[in-house]
């Protein structure tokens, strides 16, 4: 008998950080196919898969340009970005057999469609990949905390914070050589502790809606799939 997922439907954040693999900025080509097939993978299993995507990518890549600006005008430039991946996202993923369907909080109704929730979950219940795009729609927040709005949103079982290091650190790693990694804490420990890895805005709501998150290394091949499956992958964070 083949695996069987732990996980209906979950909600998938992705580093936009993660997608220039090692270039500088933008989105390498390489990588992101890399990404779709992993994404494939877990669809095949029967689980339905929502995408949120970060900004860092391109956006860091212009953080220059936005140095002294109004801060509200340069988060809607980080939005944009992060319209950005989820274009080149949902186009990578129509090319390798999904379905995938942009939805932005912000309308640009000329380039992608408004995120209507009813649709949204249409969509996931018709087994197509949703990607949401520009965060929450709105400044002094990130994508992080757009993955668990939208988590919440759609029921998702789970939060899955694909990333560049394999988990929770008691430090930043790539900063403390000494960090060590959590197999698991609570929502609370990682607030109290401020660690780094998501912003407090998002570890609260998922705590207040007590919807687990697990993180890990999207560079590690197989990671993605052994989550969906309820095997020990980087941390979970629960309530
Ligand atoms: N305690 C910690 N444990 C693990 N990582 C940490 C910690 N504190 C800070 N970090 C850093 O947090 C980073 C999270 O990176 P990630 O690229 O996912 O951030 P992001 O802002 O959500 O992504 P992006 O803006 O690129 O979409 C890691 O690269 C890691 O170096
Ligand atoms: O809800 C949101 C989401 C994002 N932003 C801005 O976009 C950039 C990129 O997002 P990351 O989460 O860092 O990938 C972010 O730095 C914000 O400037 C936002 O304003 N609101």
Redesign the pocket.
């Known amino acids: 008998m083949s695996a069987q997922p732990a996980h209906h439907r979950i909600l998938l954040?992705?580093?936009?950080?993660?997608l220039m693999g090692d270039d500088a900025f933008g989105i390498n080509r390489a990588t992101i196919v890399r990404m779709v097939q992993e994404i494939a993978e877990v669809t095949q299993l029967g689980v339905e898969v929502a995408v949120v995507?970060?900004?860092?990518?391109i956006?860091?890549g212009v953080a220059g340009g936005a140095e002294g600006m109004d801060r509200a005008t340069a988060d809607y430039m980080g939005m944009l970005a992060t319209v950005m991946n989820a274009l080149a996202l949902a186009d990578t993923m129509n090319k390798q057999g999904l379905t995938a369907r942009v939805m932005s909080a912000i309308g640009i109704q000329e380039v992608v469609e408004p995120y209507v929730r009813p649709k949204a979950l249409q969509y996931l219940e018709e087994g197509k990949v949703v990607v949401f795009a520009a965060g929450t729609g709105n400044p002094f927040f990130?994508?992080?905390t757009a993955a668990a709005l939208r988590g919440a949103e759609i029921g998702a079982d789970l939060v899955l914070?694909a990333?560049?290091?394999d988990?929770?650190?008691?430090?930043?790693?790539?900063?403390d050589p000494n960090?060590t990694r959590y197999t698991s804490l609570t929502f609370d420990e990682a607030m109290v502790k401020n660690?780094?890895?998501?912003d407090a805005t998002a570890f609260a709501l998922c705590r207040d809606q007590k919807l687990p998150i697990r993180?890990f290394s999207i560079f590690k091949p197989g990671a993605f799939k052994r989550v969906v499956l309820g095997e020990d992958e980087g941390t979970l964070v629960y309530a």
């Open positions: 954040k992705l580093s936009g950080e993660a995507i970060g900004g860092g990518n956006f860091r990130t994508t992080d914070k990333t560049k290091v988990g929770v650190y008691s430090a930043d790693p790539k900063k960090a660690l780094g890895i998501m993180v």
